[in-house]
Nanobody, 120 residues
């Protein structure tokens, strides 16, 4: 599965961004991770084809929303009320087993190149 992210950028605190992840084929699990230097990669939001109910890490609940456009083979991460601590490289990942946001990076066999989000 090939994944291509876009949509990152520089935004002020309280602002919004929407990240896009275009995939070559759908997987049972699609997820957004983020990574900052010196920290472990953190799962942010996940959606599984079984149930289709997105799950989110506590720090983004109420601010971030996942959506998926099957016709465009694109997964979106809508980010609102952004905070400086949201600054990170954001990665889209895909895996065969269904998943929730607590899935560990090792489960994923497909990764995008990442898109940088900076909140000032």
């Amino acid at each position: 599965v090939q994944l291509v992210e876009s949509g990152g950028g520089l935004v002020q605190t309280g602002g919004s961004l929407t990240l896009s992840c275009t995939y070559s084929e759908e997987s049972n699990c699609m997820m957004w991770f983020r990574h900052t230097a010196g920290e472990e990669r953190e799962g942010v939001a996940a959606i599984s084809t079984t149930g289709r109910n997105p799950t989110y890490v506590d720090s983004v609940k109420g601010r971030f929303t996942l959506s998926q456009d099957d016709a465009k083979n694109t997964l979106y991460l809508h980010m609102n009320s952004l905070k400086p601590e949201d600054t990170a490289m954001y990665y889209c990942a895909a895996a065969s087993p269904p998943c929730t946001v607590v899935a560990v990076p090792g489960v994923f066999n497909s990764w995008g190149q990442g898109t940088q989000v900076t909140v000032s």
